[in-house]
């Protein structure tokens, strides 16, 4: 669609004179995305409902007649609520805003004028695709949720009210004479296509998934529930005519066999998890493109539910390029646009597809993605100032130590010596990962930007403008004074960047360039 179309489509479907100024009903489609959401909520609640369904399982199973209507009701009661939640909803548009009501005994309106929209995201369930329908979230800054969705759209009426949305950004008047007016209109419409900064293959995906793998929180997960599934693997190997009492007998075997039993156990392990990391990498970036026109970021990806994420280049508040230790070790990079932390709620299952994350890029990629968005950034050639070694002082000298002898003098005294060569070794891994954390701590400050880089054996590196900073924190206690030293807390509207144990005179420093720069710029931080 050319920008005339578009100006078209903005002015048809602002109209109030045109059917979108009255109450619209969604598609019944959306009768599938409430049942979905709703059985999800009752999912993530399930675990709550464990423990009763346990001891209740057999008297279950004894007394159906009794439990089948109690089923059947329950059921009833699912659909009945999916029902009116449907029936209730609600949207129109008029005078460049659209209104949502919602809600079956709590109701909810909401009037979202045109102007107030920072991001439209469009997001197509797999059951979606055959109707051609998606959902468009809205996201407006200063909001601690997402502000509003609207459940079921025809694609092509929400792709028309996107560009409605968006033109009507483009078209608001912002302070400029008419002659900058003009000027931006006729670079709108000469570059109104757009560029492929980005794509991800399947190998990528791959690797993503195997260098960003969580083992050790999906174990946690797992943790209640060890007991029943070492007994079914024992059973199962059983089964096969595998002695499990001889197998794992280890008083007649030599070192080196116990060692490879127990590396075997740990790859047994560790492949079907990796298997669903990889899984889960290209259910959330299969066909991964990162696309910009004009002076907005559009990403693209998902395998089972199409995600488009939309982001103008002055919500960009910070660039995070992230290393983990296997992504050292493959050269790869995930690379992070933080918008406002408002628009991303970390407790949200689909918080992950509403960022703009550019996966397992190398590093020629990721410096060109960075120039894009800050082309006069140093980060390639900048050299980091790193703080204080106090910081090892405090951390193992002051607490770690302490611990450690305290627990040792202990341990000797309750005549458990064993217990002592257990704690030195978690002592000494404890000591050397506060020791990687200083190494890696440092900062840097030129005309434009802050940079900072933080991790252990991995490696975060944070870059953002000047102009960004909304407040500034300088903290100094009485031994930080004392040896003029200080920390100092960066709060952008995507997070907090904090730098400690530094010099007194470089904080300072820091803080009175930041400000100078807010107040010199004047330039909106979004």
């Not at 609600?90 to 004028?113: D, Y």
């Not at 440092?442 to 434009?448: E, H, L, P, S």
Request: charged fraction near 20%; hydrophobic fraction near 45%; proline fraction near 3%.
């Amino acid at each position: 669609m050319d920008n005339s179309s578009t100006t078209f489509a903005a002015k048809t479907l602002t109209d109030k004179n045109t059917p979108q100024a009255s109450w619209q009903r969604i598609s019944p489609i959306a009768l599938l995305y409430f049942l979905i959401k709703l059985l999800k909520e009752l999912v993530g609640n399930f675990v709550y409902l464990l423990p009763a369904l346990y001891i209740g399982y057999n008297h279950l199973i004894e007394n159906p007649s009794f439990w089948l209507p109690i089923t059947l009701a329950v059921i009833a009661v699912i659909l009945l609520i999916v029902f009116l939640k449907f029936y209730f909803f609600k949207f129109r548009l008029h005078n460049n805003t659209i209104e949502i009501r919602s809600g079956v005994l709590a109701k909810k309106h909401i009037n979202l004028p045109f102007s107030r929209i920072q991001n439209v995201k469009l997001e197509q369930p797999i059951y979606y695709r055959p109707f051609h329908y998606v959902c468009m979230a809205l996201d407006t800054a200063g909001s601690h949720k997402q502000e509003a969705k609207v459940v079921a759209l025809n694609i092509d009426f929400a792709e028309q009210l996107k560009k409605a949305i968006l033109q009507t950004h483009q078209t608001a008047a912002t302070n400029k004479d008419q002659q900058d007016i003009a000027e931006e209109k006729t670079v709108t419409t000469s570059n109104n296509t757009e560029k492929i900064l980005n794509q991800r293959s399947l190998l990528d995906l791959v690797i993503h998934g195997m260098s960003n793998n969580r083992v050790w929180i999906f174990l946690g997960g797992l943790a209640p529930f060890f007991d029943n599934i070492a007994n079914y693997i024992i059973h199962w190997l059983d089964n096969l005519g595998v002695n499990t009492e001889q197998l794992f007998s280890l008083t007649d075997k030599p070192w080196w066999q116990v060692s490879l039993y127990a590396l075997t156990l740990t790859l047994m392990i560790l492949l079907p998890i990796t298997l669903f990391s990889i899984l889960g990498a290209i259910l959330s970036f299969y066909n991964f493109t990162l696309t910009k026109v004009n002076d907005r970021y559009i990403r693209r990806s998902g395998l089972l539910t199409k995600h488009e994420v939309t982001m103008k280049l002055s919500r960009l508040q910070m660039i995070i390029r992230q290393q983990d230790w296997l992504d050292k070790l493959l050269k790869r990079i995930n690379l992070r646009f933080e918008q406002n932390q408002s628009l991303e709620n970390k407790l949200d299952a689909n918080a992950y597809n509403n960022k703009i994350i550019v996966p397992s890029i190398t590093e020629s990629q990721c410096q060109a993605l960075i120039d894009d968005a800050y082309p006069d950034n140093q980060l390639k050639h900048i050299t980091f100032t790193g703080i204080s070694k106090r910081y090892l002082l405090r951390h193992i000298g002051y607490i770690l130590l302490p611990i450690y002898l305290g627990l040792s003098y202990f341990f000797y005294l309750n005549d458990k010596s064993i217990m002592i060569l257990l704690l030195t070794p978690i002592f000494t891994l404890l000591s050397l990962v506060i020791f990687l954390r200083w190494r890696r701590w440092g900062f840097a400050i030129d005309n434009n930007y802050l940079y900072v880089q933080s991790g252990a054996i991995g490696l975060d590196q944070r870059i953002f403008p000047l102009y960004k900073i909304q407040q500034t924190r300088f903290k100094q206690s009485i031994f930080l004074r004392k040896h003029q030293l200080c920390h100092i807390r960066l709060i952008l509207a995507s997070g907090n960047v904090t730098i400690p144990y530094m010099k007194q005179a470089e904080g300072y420093n820091i803080i009175d360039n930041c400000l100078y720069i807010v107040e010199k710029s004047r330039r909106s931080w979004m």
